[in-house]
T-cell receptor, first 109, second 116 residues
Framework: RKEVEQDPGPFNVPEGATVAFNCTYSNSASQSFFWYRQDCRKEPKLLMSVYSSGNEDGRFTAQLNRASQYISLLIRDSKLSDSATYLCVVLDSWGKLQFGAGTQVVVTP | ETGVTQTPRHLVMGMTNKKSLKCEQHLGHNAMYWYKQSAKKPLELMFVYSLEERVENNSVPSRFSPECPNSSHLFLHLHTLQPEDSALYLC??????WGTGDDGYTFGSGTRLTVV
């Protein structure tokens, strides 16, 4: 079983719409959670950390559900520039960062 | 331009060649990493250097050899690679040992390696 699983997508989203997707993790003792963004043929960049109480950064909202072992990312009012692959990253109980394979989001005009 | 610079950006090498990838960070970070990214797969951690201590992933073949001469530079020496080693190789750095600080990892732009 993979440590971190994501729906690869693509999620095709009309500009201005809302899109949300989840990531599940297998290690219940995982400590920290992050979303990274990776543009095509570019390096990943930290988008936001995910806190237990949920957190928001502009149009982006991240949630953590420890009971069901998943985190989510919601993007409101999607922009064309939001098109990217979103990587779910989990710090496991052995202190290692585990990356998901990513969820591709395509925002269309 | 990120604070982590990787060279070369692209590399094509034969299976009998020896080459090296270079990574340099100007962020004053304490930890540096090599990751391999293959298409549609998660990033695979290859090597970690944290405060000059190397943590090695046991599943990395010996044809990959890291070198960290100081806290700002990291190399990945390649020899007798296989076609399945073709991938994007990403260097990253972080302030703390596992990139869990507020700034997370800073990645370089990567070296796209093709083994022919």
């Amino acid at each position: 079983r993979k440590e971190v699983e994501q729906d690869p997508g693509p999620f095709n989203v009309p500009e201005g719409a809302t899109v949300a997707f989840n990531c599940t993790y297998s290690n219940s003792a995982s400590q920290s959670f992050f979303w990274y963004r990776q543009d095509c043929r570019k390096e990943p960049k930290l988008l936001m950390s995910v806190y237990s109480s949920g957190n928001e950064d502009g149009r982006f909202t991240a949630q953590l559900n420890r009971a069901s072992q998943y985190i989510s990312l919601l993007i409101r009012d999607s922009k064309l520039s939001d098109s990217a692959t979103y990587l779910c990253v989990v710090l496991d109980s052995w202190g290692k960062l585990q990356f998901g394979a990513g969820t591709q989001v395509v925002v269309t005009p | 331009e990120t604070g982590v610079t990787q060279t070369p950006r692209h590399l094509v090498m034969g299976m009998t060649n020896k080459k090296s990838l270079k990574c340099e960070q100007h962020l004053g970070h304490n930890a540096m990493y090599w990751y391999k990214q293959s298409a549609k797969k998660p990033l695979e951690l290859m090597f970690v250097y944290s405060l000059e201590e190397r943590v090695e992933n046991n599943s990395v073949p010996s044809r990959f050899s890291p070198e960290c001469p100081n806290s700002s530079h990291l190399f990945l020496h390649l020899h007798t690679l296989q076609p399945e080693d073709s991938a994007l190789y990403l260097c990253a750095s972080s302030q703390d040992g596992w990139g869990t600080g507020d700034d997370g990892y800073t990645f370089g732009s990567g070296t796209r390696l093709t083994v022919v």
